[in-house]
């Protein structure tokens, strides 16, 4: 297993900078592993790819404005933090630029000094522990904290990203990206799945800088994740378990993927409860919850990438994904879908 295995030409009028109009007009790419046949659809339709006893299984975490531009209180000099996670009272996990910067003592001023905040260490991994004053810092986030649009949209964050870059069902705020294969379902959309029958559970994994962190590894198994907290109610986890017995649990994204594979049991069973997830799947990796996969187009060398290659095949996957590029489909996160089954 090499990195370059992950690697393909993808032209740079394919990475969707905007959002469609209606989230449910994006392409649906549907894959089929036994056969690897492979079919073109409007995501519109996915209700017809699913049963009355299946369970489509959803992400609700809910993107926070965790970007901050703000200055060193000392020089005036810009910096930049990305906001990971809130450690304890006032005290926050961060990314920063420039990292020079970011040294303890350093003090930062954000809002006019409405916001406050004190380097307190540097960690291993190059993040930053910061004490902020006021502690409670989320309804100044809201006022002057941006949306934290991945890096190859090249644009900054407007209004409408503040609703389109988040899922219908998004409830419980914590993560710095969205859950992007969610992004495609509308409210209709999931009235029409209901009416079928399917039932739609939530989980929750709050997605951190785990996932998009880049492979360095030549050997990617040498790769470690970065956890990332998750949640499954023993409500939902005990839905889940009954819908297996003559349905299929249909994950929508690589996050749904890692949290039930996390939970699982070698005889099949979802525990309910929390944790965090270092979970990496590349292949081979034999799936003990998942039975389809609803995602998006991902980053070449990517552990999403691998992910998704364990579980459609990899000959299969690299196939479908040169057939997306000569098809025009839109990459990334306000990009396109595909659906493995």
Known sequence: MNLSDYDFHLPDELIAQ???????????????RTSGAIKHLRFAEIAGLLTKNDALVVNQTRVFPARLHGVRRDTNGKVELLLIRRVDSGRWLAMGKPGRALQPGIELVFADGELRAEVVLRTTEGRVELLFTPADIDPILEKVGQIPLPPYIRRDA????????????????????????????????????????????????????????????????EHSLE????????????????????????????????TLETSVDEQGQIAGGSGWSEKFIYPPYAFGAV?????N??????????????????????RAYREAVREGYRFY????AMMVV
């Open 333 to 336: 996160s306000y990009g396109d």
């Open 297 to 318: 187009f991902h980053l070449p060398k990517s552990t999403l990438l691998m992910l998704v290659a364990a579980f459609a095949g990899y000959e299969n996957l690299m």
């Open 158 to 221: 407007t209004d409408a990203d503040i609703g389109r870059y988040q899922t219908v069902f998004a409830r419980q705020r914590g993560a710095i990206a969205a859950p992007t294969a969610g992004l495609h379902f509308t409210d209709e959309l999931l009235g029409e799945i209901k009416t079928l029958g399917a039932a739609i559970e939530p989980i929750v994994l709050h997605v951190g800088p785990g996932t998009f962190e880049p492979v360095r590894c030549e050997d990617p198994r």
């Open 18 to 32: 905007e959002p469609l109009t209606r989230r449910d007009e994006s392409r649906l790419l549907v894959l089929e």
């Open 227 to 258: 956890g990332e907290y998750f949640e499954i109610t023993a409500e939902v986890a005990a839905e889940l378990n009954r819908r297996r017995v003559g349905g299929r649990l249909v994950a929508v994204g690589t996050t749904v993927v890692r």
């Open 291 to 295: 039975d389809a996969l609803v995602t």
